[in-house]
């Protein structure tokens, strides 16, 4: 079931008001039925896939309390990763693995003909899977107790309007939440439904209406013009941006009204100054999930993971090397004999290079996280070469800003242009999911040829865009300066005139074809 759709709106229509008319067990029950109801309304076979994975990890927990032997607890928390991260290898990844060693057994000059297997990938497998595991992690390191009441675990991994998309939820912050019944609260209620209706906005006027031509631009990039393909990733970085953090609103917003609080999951991302800013603001609840569980014990910016380091990505690039990627094969091994000689030269080059190799390490992963492609690899491999530079340039390029006397807000707006520049190359990458449509983008921006307005076809949508995603912007922009969900909880005029707006925009800018949510296939 997607938020954009009429069974949406009948599901919440009833949902909500039995919610607040039960109390205790009755309304848990009733969150967890309506949680699978919601998921099974996709593809019910999948249920038993969530309801084991709850199974697991709740008697996983039960037994992690009850020992105290290290090897034993080490052995319990192995199972749980390995059997959260089977499903997830299986469903996701089982036939990308396939086809890429039978690329690597051709560029060989060996022929392997087998078949791979008509795998339907689970809705939101990837999201239920990393806020389970959070909490086997966490009871192992002893960060929170275990739960023993099934019904309430089961419902914290199932909870609806999270489940598909995220944001990510961790047991230590959501679990406590259902020790007590909500209540219904009219401030959390006008609060809530402002963020439902604004991400209705992103999601439904904005992102749906950048779709189609997105999805012409990338479709057959050969077909046009320079202009029209830089217009078509501009409206991409956006189309992406609304899409995903549209849901995480409506979730919150969801959740908010039913007496839940979640952690934002965005947190307007393209203001970002440097890449580190950017990866605080956007899709958090994953970088920061990456950031606690991967990199920070990986070894972060200490020794002692170079065992991990060499075993994870030296194999990978050897397959993507393997299937035709020679130049980065050679790349990586010129690049690994200077950070090995960099690092012989003193203790403080050697934690720095550990830094740089746990940080590409995540990215990489966090790349593959996103979809069974080399392009999210890369894509990944983007990002965290983004994030090298940065530590390595950054203070150069701030220098030399500051013996040029160039003012702040000069320099702020260079740093989010730049920032912006290289996140969309990036998006291409991740948007074409094939290097050949990526290269075709990339080669037709660059060649720009017929770089006017006279050579862009259907030019109502970039007219319809551009105004939109001004909207958009003017409201973030103007929302850091005047904070627009105070003065909403505070002033009924302006909440009404806002909510009356909002309906307005999305009724007469919205595309109402039930669109699904981009991060559905994640």
Same mark, same amino acid.
């Given at each position: 079931?997607?938020?954009?759709?009429?069974?949406?709106?009948?599901?919440?229509?009833?949902?909500?008001?039995?919610?607040?008319?039960?109390? /205790?067990?009755?309304?848990?029950?009733?969150?967890?039925?309506?949680?699978?109801?919601?998921?099974?309304?996709?593809?019910?076979?999948?249920?038993?896939?969530?309801?084991?994975?709850?199974?697991?990890?709740y008697?996983?927990?039960?037994?992690?309390?009850?020992?105290?032997?290290?090897?034993?607890?080490?052995?319990?928390?192995? !199972?749980?990763?390995?059997?959260?991260?089977?499903f997830?290898?299986?469903?996701?990844?089982?036939?990308?693995?396939?086809?890429?060693?039978?690329?690597?057994?051709?560029?060989?000059?060996?022929e392997?003909?087998?078949?791979?297997?008509?795998?339907?990938?689970?809705?939101?497998?990837?999201?239920?899977?990393?806020?389970?595991?959070?909490?086997?992690?966490?009871?192992?390191?002893?960060?929170?107790?275990?739960?023993?009441?099934?019904?309430?675990?089961?419902?914290?991994?199932?909870?609806?309007?999270?489940?598909?998309?995220?944001?990510?939820?961790?047991?230590?912050?959501?679990?406590?939440?259902?020790?007590?019944?909500?209540?219904?609260?009219?401030?959390?209620?006008?609060?809530?439904?402002?963020?439902?209706?604004?991400?209705f #906005?992103?999601?439904?006027?904005?992102?749906?209406?950048?779709?189609?031509?997105?999805?012409? %631009?990338?479709?057959?990039?050969?077909?046009?013009?320079?202009?029209?393909?830089?217009?078509?990733?501009? #409206?991409?970085? #956006?189309?992406?941006? %609304?899409?995903?953090?549209?849901?995480?609103?409506?979730?919150?917003?969801?959740?908010?009204?039913?007496?839940?609080?979640?952690?934002?999951?965005?947190? !307007?991302?393209?203001?970002?100054?440097?890449?580190?800013?950017?990866? !605080?603001?956007?899709?958090?609840?994953?970088?920061?999930?990456?950031?606690?569980?991967?990199?920070?014990?990986? /070894?972060?910016n200490?020794?002692?993971?170079?065992?991990?380091?060499?075993?994870?990505?030296?194999?990978?690039?050897?397959?993507?090397g393997?299937?035709?990627?020679?130049?980065?094969?050679?790349?990586?091994?010129?690049?690994?004999?200077?950070s090995?000689?960099?690092?012989?030269?003193?203790?403080?080059n050697?934690?720095?290079?550990?830094?740089?190799?746990?940080?590409?390490?995540?990215?990489?992963?966090?790349?593959? +996280?996103?979809g069974?492609?080399?392009?999210?690899?890369?894509?990944?491999?983007?990002?965290?070469?983004?994030?090298?530079?940065?530590?390595?340039?950054?203070?150069? +390029?701030?220098?030399?800003?500051?013996?040029m006397?160039?003012?702040?807000?000069?320099?702020?707006?260079?740093?989010?242009?730049?920032?912006?520049?290289?996140?969309?190359?990036a998006?291409?990458?991740?948007?074409?999911?094939?290097?050949?449509?990526?290269?075709?983008?990339?080669?037709?921006?660059?060649?720009?040829?017929?770089?006017?307005?006279? !050579?862009?076809?259907?030019?109502?949508?970039v007219?319809?865009?551009?105004?939109?995603?001004?909207?958009?912007?003017?409201?973030?922009?103007?929302?850091?300066?005047?904070?627009?969900?105070?003065?909403?909880?505070?002033?009924?005029? #302006?909440?009404?005139?806002?909510?009356?707006?909002?309906?307005?925009?999305?009724?007469?800018?919205?595309?109402?074809?039930?669109?699904?949510?981009?991060?559905?296939?994640?």
């Amino acid at each position: 079931m997607i938020f954009n759709s009429l069974a949406f709106f009948v599901f919440i229509g009833i949902f909500l008001p039995l919610y607040f008319a039960l109390k /205790g067990k009755a309304r848990l029950f009733l969150c967890l039925f309506a949680s699978y109801f919601f998921y099974g309304w996709w593809d019910w076979r999948f249920l038993s896939l969530i309801l084991f994975s709850t199974l697991i990890d709740y008697f996983i927990g039960l037994k992690l309390e009850e020992t105290e032997e290290p090897s034993q607890r080490k052995r319990l928390l192995s !199972t749980s990763m390995i059997v959260n991260l089977g499903f997830l290898a299986f469903f996701k990844y089982f036939n990308f693995f396939i086809d890429s060693f039978q690329e690597m057994m051709l560029s060989l000059g060996v022929e392997a003909s087998w078949n791979t297997l008509n795998i339907i990938l689970p809705v939101g497998i990837s999201f239920y899977t990393f806020q389970s595991m959070s909490y086997t992690i966490d009871v192992y390191y002893r960060k929170i107790k275990i739960e023993r009441d099934f019904v309430r675990f089961a419902t914290f991994i199932s909870f609806f309007p999270q489940l598909v998309a995220g944001p990510i939820v961790r047991a230590i912050d959501f679990l406590p939440q259902f020790q007590e019944d909500k209540k219904f609260e009219w401030d959390r209620f006008t609060s809530g439904l402002g963020q439902v209706l604004w991400g209705f #906005f992103k999601k439904v006027a904005v992102a749906d209406s950048l779709a189609p031509f997105v999805d012409q %631009c990338f479709a057959s990039p050969g077909g046009f013009s320079s202009l029209h393909l830089t217009i078509g990733v501009i #409206f991409y970085s #956006f189309q992406i941006y %609304c899409d995903f953090s549209g849901y995480s609103d409506i979730a919150i917003g969801l959740a908010r009204i039913m007496g839940f609080d979640f952690p934002d999951n965005f947190r !307007t991302p393209y203001f970002s100054k440097n890449f580190s800013e950017f990866w !605080t603001r956007w899709h958090i609840s994953l970088s920061s999930w990456l950031r606690d569980y991967l990199y920070i014990p990986l /070894g972060g910016n200490r020794e002692g993971s170079f065992g991990s380091v060499f075993f994870i990505v030296l194999p990978m690039l050897l397959v993507v090397g393997l299937t035709g990627w020679w130049w980065l094969l050679l790349i990586y091994a010129v690049v690994s004999f200077i950070s090995w000689r960099y690092m012989q030269q003193g203790e403080k080059n050697k934690r720095t290079m550990f830094n740089y190799m746990n940080l590409m390490v995540t990215m990489l992963l966090g790349g593959l +996280w996103h979809g069974a492609s080399w392009a999210f690899v890369f894509w990944g491999f983007l990002h965290g070469s983004y994030l090298v530079v940065q530590r390595l340039a950054g203070p150069i +390029w701030t220098g030399m800003l500051n013996k040029m006397k160039v003012p702040n807000f000069i320099q702020n707006i260079l740093a989010i242009a730049i920032v912006y520049f290289f996140t969309c190359l990036a998006w291409i990458y991740f948007r074409a999911t094939d290097f050949e449509i990526a290269n075709q983008v990339i080669t037709g921006i660059a060649s720009l040829e017929g770089f006017n307005f006279g !050579t862009i076809i259907n030019k109502f949508w970039v007219v319809k865009g551009f105004v939109l995603i001004g909207a958009l912007l003017f409201v973030e922009m103007t929302d850091l300066r005047f904070h627009y969900s105070s003065v909403i909880k505070t002033n009924p005029v #302006f909440r009404l005139v806002s909510f009356a707006a909002l309906i307005w925009m999305i009724a007469f800018f919205g595309s109402f074809g039930a669109n699904s949510f981009i991060y559905f296939q994640f």
